[in-house]
């Protein structure tokens, strides 16, 4: 079956980096879009960095010229480099991808969720 696995979270100092790696195997098709997601207690999961097929990318504006989303299409997996992380960015990160399993519909899939602590 299809599986989303992430790593790559972690504690860090603010202004530190950290590099989200999140890889899907299984009996895959295709892959649409990817995606990063992060969650605190409280608050709705929101949309961090989005990237297509083709590699168009979207960001929430908070994290725009600090995050940087790829993917390895060859891999089936999607990255997120995270670069002058702040203590608002401590969550659970998310990783998200729609996906179409051999003889399937396209669904979402999720990853486990991994920590980013980012400490002052």
């Known amino acids: 079956q299809v599986q989303l696995v992430e790593s790559g979270g972690g504690l860090v100092q603010a202004g530190g980096s950290l590099r989200l790696s999140c890889a899907a195997s299984g009996s895959i098709f295709s892959i649409n879009s990817m995606g990063w997601y992060r969650q605190t207690p409280g608050r709705q999961r929101e949309l961090v960095a989005a990237?297509?097929?083709?590699?168009?990318?979207n960001y929430v504006d908070s994290v725009k010229g600090r995050f940087t989303i790829s993917r390895d299409n060859a891999k089936n997996t999607v990255y997120l480099q995270m670069n002058s992380l702040k203590p608002e960015d401590t969550a659970v990160y998310y990783c998200?991808?729609?996906?179409?399993?051999?003889?399937?519909?396209?669904?979402?899939?999720w990853g486990q969720g991994t920590q980013v602590t980012v400490s002052s």
């Open positions: 990237i297509t097929t083709g590699g168009s990318t």
């Open positions: 998200k991808a729609d996906i179409a399993a051999v003889w399937s519909r396209i669904r979402d899939y």
